[in-house]
């Protein structure tokens, strides 16, 4: 490779169009870590131009990596730019922003000096495209031709004007590109201008000797290291090497970058694969971040992490993903060419996405939306591999059911899921061993033992689902899927579906404030928390107030309702709430309530145990 140094201005002297590969990410620089910290650096050397202080050091902006391409004849020669596509990026907005502040400020010949190094001119086979100096990855093409295309500030904004969505407080923002370009232009009409009663530096001297002065700063005392690399240079090597610089790379833009790096060496048509295997990644969509556990990570993070702990059966921690992935590539070489790898990665990507946003009608979205109340992510591999090996609708309704009742049964008997990463892990590797079928996975869950992976038997989730005060330890959404489930046990197929417009209610049939409109078997008043610390310790109150407490907290007391009852009605004695709950509610579930004439303890162990026999016919073992 060939590495030198050289003036900014002089890396888009040249008739050439440095072009970022489709695979290479999207701009991601920002005012706080990026814009700043480079105007502040053109601002030293501005003012030490205007100082005059012509022994001044040069200031190195960083480096990029150009790889030649091979271009047709008749058009302008082509580099790939392999390292350093954010910063060319943005040089080249900033003197677009340079360029329109010396043109508004009436200097118009240094405004097309700025013009010889954003367009090329001259004769050009394609000139919409070959006319720029640098050329991004396809998403980010109209934003930065609005900017380098426009001319002036009133144009830029012209075509980008702000968005308010309904209710909202404030605009969406405008493009990036766009924003960096408006950062930028309002910058150096501060420092040439000045504002709020400072005055410019140098204001003795006419605007147009000080833009003059400070743009042959550009040409000479702001440089980067250019490396150009040979026929045998390996890109990715000197890629990975300087890839720490600027905004730190996702995990997924190293994995990406790996992956075309060798589909190119191999002769495959990089931008045919991209746009048919991995161009969908690089949608919004994947770099929203989610949070999963007590991390929060990009969702093309976690699909890669997903991806490769489903293949291998492990955990892969998310640091090391990049490593992992590039080590299992070459040391066990999974695919047999690069377009497959790419085609299983694009195929798991839509199934990770048909997991994590489940649309009505997928045969999976029962499974992933109950997974999803119970904040059951760790099962993600799994899911992958039984999506990979294309189980057939029938028994994907069997798989579904095993799942969710033994995790169902574990949630309402409380034993925990700190080892579910362990479990679906294994049960990954056991299976892909196996055969993904429904029973070789019942086989391998009745094997768990010990409260970290048991499988409760109809005993132990009969005892939690009568006793156990399941309010709180099960949240909203997990009671909501429950009694969701019970609720479809009483509808024939004849029975209209019901929607909600929005979540339904948990709510206590016996209200927890129970005291005032409540009174005990006997007749008597409940005592209040205080009471019941100092009352005696065979007081039969105490006793008869306890046991209420804990029996309102479970199943056999709580419902669903589609819209919450206000604060004085959920108080209500029976006989004024009952008609109340009805109102609220057209749920079968809560229907069967309108023949109970009395709400206490005996009623509530009746109930639970009524939606018992319905719960062990949909959660069988």
């Known amino acids: 490779m060939d590495v030198h140094k050289s003036s900014l201005l002089a890396v888009f002297d040249a008739k050439q169009r440095l072009e970022v590969p489709l695979f290479q990410r999207q701009y991601v620089w920002s005012e706080e870590h990026q814009w700043l910290p480079l105007w502040e650096d053109i601002q030293r050397k501005f003012t030490e ?65 700025c013009d010889k190094f954003l367009f090329n001119t001259g004769m050009m086979a394609d000139a919409d495209v070959d006319r720029f100096k640098v050329w991004p990855t396809q998403l980010d093409r109209k934003q930065f031709t609005d900017v380098i295309g426009s001319g002036s500030r009133e144009d830029v904004l012209k075509r980008n004007p702000l968005h308010k969505r309904p209710y909202a407080r404030q605009p969406d923002p405008r493009p990036r ?114 949070k999963q556990g007590r991390l929060t990570r990009p969702r ?127 049960l990954t590797r ?9 029973t070789a996975l019942r086989s391998a869950l009745l094997d768990q033992t010990g409260d970290s992976g048991l499988w409760p038997d109809d005993a132990a989730f009969k005892e939690s689902w009568l006793t156990k005060p399941l309010y709180g330890s099960l949240n909203s959404p997990k009671l909501v899927h429950i009694f969701g489930r019970i609720n479809q046990t009483f509808m024939s197929s004849k029975s209209e579906a019901l929607s909600f417009a929005q979540q339904p209610t948990v709510e206590h049939i016996m209200p927890q404030d129970w005291i005032a409109h409540w009174p005990l078997p006997d007749g008597t008043k409940g005592l209040s928390f205080f009471d019941l610390y100092s009352a005696q310790a065979n007081d039969p109150r105490a006793e008869a107030t306890r046991k209420r407490g804990t029996a309102l907290q479970t199943l056999g007391n709580l419902t669903i309702l589609s819209s919450s009852l206000n604060s004085a009605q959920k108080n209500y004695g029976w006989p004024e709430k009952k008609p109340e709950m009805m109102k609220h509610s057209l749920l079968p579930l809560n229907q069967q309530l309108f023949e109970v004439e009395h709400w206490d303890e005996v009623t509530i162990k009746v109930r639970a145990e009524s939606l018992f026999g319905r719960a062990i016919e949909i959660w069988r073992q």
């Open 49 to 113: 131009a205007l100082d005059g202080r012509k022994d001044a050091p040069v200031h190195f902006l960083g480096a990029m990596v150009l790889d030649q391409k091979q271009t047709p004849t008749g058009h302008v020669v082509v580099r790939q730019v392999i390292d350093g596509q954010q910063r060319l990026t943005t040089l080249q907005i900033f003197l677009a922003a340079y360029r329109d502040f010396c043109r508004s400020e009436g200097c118009e010949e240094l405004a097309k000096e």
């Open 177 to 290: 590109m766009v924003e960096a370009y408006l950062f930028f232009y309002e910058q150096l009409k501060g420092f040439f201008l000045g504002g709020d009663g400072d005055l410019p530096l140098a204001e003795t001297f006419p605007l147009s000797a000080r833009v003059d002065e400070c743009f042959q700063t550009l040409r000479s005392g702001l440089m980067v290291v250019v490396i150009d690399l040979q026929k045998d240079d390996d890109p990715q090597v000197i890629f990975e090497t300087l890839n720490a610089r600027g905004e730190p790379l996702l995990p997924a833009d190293l994995l990406r970058n790996y992956i075309f790096f060798r589909a190119g060496r191999e002769g495959l048509d990089v931008e045919a694969v991209y746009k048919q295997y991995w161009a969908g990644f690089d949608e919004e969509f994947w770099r929203e971040e989610v």
């Open 300 to 426: 093309s993070d976690l699909f890669m992490q997903h991806f490769l702990a489903s293949h291998q059966g492990r955990d892969i921690p998310i640091k090391h993903l990049y490593v992992e992935y590039r080590h299992w590539i070459e040391a066990q070489k999974p695919f047999p060419t690069i377009q497959e790898e790419l085609a299983t990665l694009s195929k798991q990507g839509a199934d990770f996405r048909r997991i994590i946003d489940p649309q009505a009608g997928d045969k999976i979205a029962d499974l992933c939306r109950f997974m999803d109340a119970f904040d059951i992510r760790t099962a993600y591999p799994f899911l992958l591999a039984l999506l990979s090996a294309n189980v057939d609708d029938e028994e994907w309704g069997r798989i579904s059911a095993i799942l969710e009742s033994y995790l169902l049964r574990r949630a309402v008997c409380d034993l925990g899921t700190k080892n579910y990463n362990r479990i679906f892990l294994s």
């Open 430 to 438: 056991n299976l892909r061993r196996d055969g993904f079928t429904s």
